[in-house]
């Protein structure tokens, strides 16, 4: 009796394991049913999710896979979704939508680990970016950085360190490599107004930048998780020696 039993399981397991296959080679080639589900724990198919609870792998007209838990025919518990322009996210789910702790995988352009509230990144998350594999930890309002967070350039290594808000640094530090930094208000992640600069010796520098707008730059790609970028002229005027001012300064934002 229990070998026919395991043999049972055995050719049960492998027939769902293969109309998984077919359901993934259809999304893939985008064929198929206009929506199919397969009901993991049976193994049985249907064109609708209603009132199901449980595990199913199901496939979208538009190539669009989901596998993972139902409650009364919604996405609802853990489960992976893979988007048709190759994103993909894997984590939790209520009622249909990312919420609570997942990752997002943005195709080529980074990846996020973290909270998530009604679909969008809402919380404390990390987020990687590509190519500049520039990363930003910290806290997030319905997609946008938000609240406390660090963000480090790869390709420096210095970080903008403080408030955030719109998905913008409004006051913190801009911290260089070498330990020296400024302190201040900020506009366009830029500094703006007063603040000042101190540097390794101890040494502090005050006065206030003025920030001029350029002319935008032409067919700029916004990455993912990231605001448009603003062309920005910046004044320093030192409330100390200018001359001097000038010249540490212009020395540390080149770096």
Known sequence: GDVYKRQVSTQSTWGINNKLKQFFKMA???????????F?????TSNSSRDFTGKGAATYPNGEVYEGDYVEGVRHGKGK?????????EGDWIQNKKHGIGRMTYNLKGEYFGQFEHGRRHGEGL??????????????KYGK?????????????????GEWSEGKMISGKWVFPNGTFYQGQFRHNKPVADGKWIFQNGNVLEGTYKQTELA????????????PKV???????????????AKLINHHENI
């Open 145 to 161: 950085k938000h609240g406390s967070g660090t963000y480090v350039y790869a390709d420096t290594g210095m970080r903008l360190q």
């Open 40 to 44: 993991l724990e049976t193994g049985e």
């Open 231 to 245: 062309n920005l002229k910046l004044d320093w005027i030192s409330s100390g020696r200018l001359y001097d001012a």
């Open 216 to 227: 935008p730059d032409d067919d700029v790609e916004v990455e993912e998780g990231q605001e």
């Open 127 to 140: 987020f990687t970016y590509l190519p500049s594999k520039d990363v930003y930890s910290g806290w997030w």
């Open 28 to 38: 893939e080639d985008g064929e198929g049913a206009p929506y199919q589900i397969i």
């Open 81 to 89: 979704y893979t988007y048709a322009n190759g994103d993909k996210y």
